[in-house]
């Protein structure tokens, strides 16, 4: 049976913490297959909350060491859904 899973991160301060959610990313960009990342943004604001959807496959084993970093990050709220087929 495969597996996919999908994980919602919600960046309350992307100024703040950014720099320290790249890093995890970049440690484990092996299993990441891909990457949406959106923040409101007009020619008066541009938001300081982002939201990053990842879609995980390659070694389950490290889909649950990433999801712990980043909840590790403060200011950040992870959410999962996982899919078997």
Same mark, same amino acid.
């Given at each position: 049976?495969?597996?996919?899973? *999908? ?5 309350? =301060?992307?100024? @703040? ?6 890093? *995890?990313?970049?440690?484990? =960009? ?6 949406? #990342?959106s923040h ?5 604001v541009c938001?300081? @909350?982002? /939201? ?5 496959? #390659? =070694? ?13 990050? #403060?200011? /950040?709220? *992870? ?6 087929y």
């Amino acid at each position: 049976m495969k597996k996919i899973k *999908v994980i919602g991160i919600l960046i309350r =301060d992307r100024i @703040k913490e950014s720099g320290r959610t790249q890093a *995890v990313l970049s440690r484990y =960009d092996e299993i990441i297959q891909s990457r949406l #990342g959106s923040h409101e943004l007009s020619e008066q604001v541009c938001s300081r @909350k982002g /939201l990053i959807l990842l879609t995980l496959g #390659g =070694d389950h084993t490290r889909w649950d060491a990433l999801e712990e970093e980043l909840t590790a990050i #403060g200011g /950040l709220e *992870v959410k999962e859904m996982l899919f078997e087929y």
